[in-house]
């Protein structure tokens, strides 16, 4: 069983010195939900979460908090976004990855939320679910940002690092959540993600990970790793 208190004791205090170091912002959706936890309505937030992780996916962080923080600019609640056609959307969301797919699951979103949740993002998995291009990372990621819910937020870095560490084995991102919410104790649950996130972007990388400069070298066995930096 992994030593979790020692990993996560390390984790946080390589991400705490790496965001002082480095002056950088935190991983794209973090930092922005961090700028609307004074949010002048609670409905701010939820949606501005939202919106950024479905900007998010398959996009760089650096295009996300641009793209994000334009479109909320100009759409900062469902309804704004609602009166902007879906080419306009389009535009303010570019050059975040697939932006036109995107902004046509956004324009039926923001419908959805105003007809049957009274313009409010829903805080329940099953209704994320059902919203158009929200899958089960966007769902955990909106309820642990936005709503501070319990839930395990899997993308590639998380299921890459939990696996190669060996602290499980699984084949895809939704086994692995599984997999974490039997093993994972519930109070490391919202934390994994953005930890997990920044790591495997500045050291556990999916190709030649810096190995040389791992704070968690010894909880991991490194499962697949053939090259080393």
């Known amino acids: 069983m992994p030593d979790w208190n020692a990993i996560f004791k390390s984790l946080e205090k390589w991400r705490k ?3 002082a170091d480095s002056a950088m912002e935190d991983t794209a959706v973090t ?9 002048p309505t609670p409905s701010s937030k939820p949606w501005a ?45 570019y050059p975040a990855g697939f932006y036109r ?3 046509a699951n956004l324009a039926k979103i923001a419908a959805i939320l105003l007809e049957k949740y009274d313009g409010e993002v829903p805080a329940d998995m099953d209704a994320l679910l059902n919203l158009p291009g929200v899958g089960r ?14 839930g395990i937020c899997v993308d590639v870095h998380v299921h890459r690092i939990c696996n190669r560490a060996g602290w499980i084995g699984t084949p895809n991102p939704e086994k692995t959540e599984e997999a974490l919410r039997e093993k994972l104790p519930k109070k490391y ?13 500045k050291v556990c990388r999916p190709v030649s990970p810096y190995c040389s400069r791992c704070v968690i070298g010894k909880h991991c066995q490194h499962v697949g790793v053939n090259k080393t930096r």
């Open 17 to 19: 010195n790496f965001l």
């Open 31 to 39: 930092a922005l939900a961090a700028e609307y936890d004074e949010a």
């Open 49 to 93: 979460v939202l919106v950024s992780t479905i900007l998010s996916l398959r996009t760089k962080d650096e295009v996300t908090r641009v793209a994000s923080r334009r479109l909320l600019e100009k759409a900062p609640d469902p309804s704004e976004l609602l009166a902007l056609d879906v080419e306009e959307i389009a535009r303010l969301a």
């Open 101 to 103: 797919t995107k902004a």
């Open 137 to 150: 990372k966007t769902a955990n990621l909106v309820l642990t940002e936005a709503f501070d819910m319990y």
């Open 189 to 201: 649950w919202k934390q994994i993600n953005g930890l997990l996130v920044l790591y495997g972007q």
